[in-house]
């Protein structure tokens, strides 16, 4: 009971810092979907991988072999969801799933099951795009990334300008758009 009441109101003061900074910096994000939202309907399914925007230009290694990728987000058991990736990663298929916790005091933030990376998500109207997501990742090796998602392969270029220019504006200025020339790989 004393960890929840803490939990709730540090995440009340988070919510205000949060409030306070978006006046200072104008191009921050509104604040992250909570984990009721995202566990709605309207964001479970597929999602295909547009492009990611990054701090230091070395955390783009691994994007950069990247074709093509979708994500699949589907509820799980015990307040968590189930991500699938499928990537076409130099003419070979790659499939990924990992467990991310959901768990209501630590909203808005999911933890992945073996806690070597933390997510946050916002949904695509920071780029005028309704069928877009952001999903800000802090990776295991400190490595933190802003990838766009959207639900149609096709993503119009002004979304992808918008994504990376909001990006530029939190000095994440190294990108990469995923070029989608090769074959799609099957969830």
């Known amino acids: 009971m004393l960890m929840s009441t803490l939990w709730s109101a540090f995440g009340s003061l988070m919510g205000l810092f949060y409030a306070g900074m978006q006046v200072m910096v104008p191009c921050l994000p509104p604040a992250p979907l909570s984990i009721s939202r995202l566990n709605t309907d309207e964001y479970m399914g597929s999602w295909h991988f547009v492009a990611v925007s990054v701090w230091d230009e070395d955390d783009l290694k691994h994007f950069k072999t990247t074709d093509h990728a979708i994500l699949h987000i589907q509820k799980g058991d015990n307040d968590t ?26 909203d808005p933030f999911l933890f992945r099951s073996d806690f070597d990376a933390i997510a946050l998500v916002w949904d695509g109207k920071f780029v005028n795009c309704p069928s877009c997501i952001i999903i800000l990742l802090v990776g295991e090796d400190e490595e933190i ?43």
């Not at 969801?81 to 991310?100: D, F, G, P, R």
């Open 145 to 187: 990334s802003a990838m766009l998602f959207a639900r149609d392969e096709k993503t119009p270029d002004e979304v992808i300008q918008g994504f990376k220019s909001k990006m530029e504006c939190v000095y994440m200025e190294d990108f990469y758009k995923v070029p989608q020339q090769k074959a799609q790989c099957k969830i």
């Open 81 to 106: 969801l189930t991500v699938t990736e499928s990537s076409n990663i130099a003419n070979h298929c790659h499939k990924h799933t990992w467990t991310y916790n959901t768990l209501s005091m630590m």
